[in-house]
């Protein structure tokens, strides 16, 4: 009988494990993914213009009226959720200018090294720390 539950016990962790790793894969994909949109000239570093050209096209996006403001229904589909930041004013509505302001300190977060790019290290080992994978 113990030899059995330690068995089982074994199977459970070993799956569990497995799984988490999966799930880490899946993410390290997607964070890779999201690198190589911002990338547009595939350089392997993320410059400010490409980061400001990526804040306008996810902007524009998200902005399905297209009255030049991202209220509380149309954020609902930020799935990166970096907009619900960007509300400076707290008036559950989010402009242009904040949403650039927002990306602008994105960046700097994300630069690491201060050296004004974005390398795909500095992309994902922010998104690690953040996802804790």
């Avoid at 497995?18 to 899946?26: K, Q």
Wanted: proline share 1%; net charge negative; glycine share 4%.
């Amino acid at each position: 009988m113990n030899k059995t539950l330690s068995i089982l016990c074994c199977v459970m962790l070993l799956t569990h494990f497995c799984v988490f790793a999966a799930n880490s894969d899946i993410q390290m994909q997607e964070v890779k993914s999201g690198f190589q949109l911002i990338d547009a000239d595939k350089n392997g570093f993320i410059t400010p213009n490409e980061m400001q050209a990526y804040q306008e096209k996810n902007f524009n996006e998200l902005d399905k009226d297209r009255n030049g403001v991202i209220d509380r229904n149309e954020l609902t589909a930020d799935k990166s959720k970096e907009l619900n930041k960007a509300d400076q004013n707290n008036d559950q509505k989010i402009t242009g200018a904040e949403s650039a302001s927002q990306f602008k300190q994105y960046f700097n977060q994300l630069d690491a090294n201060k050296d004004g790019k974005i390398s795909e290290d500095e992309y994902t080992d922010y998104w690690k720390l953040r996802w804790k994978f």
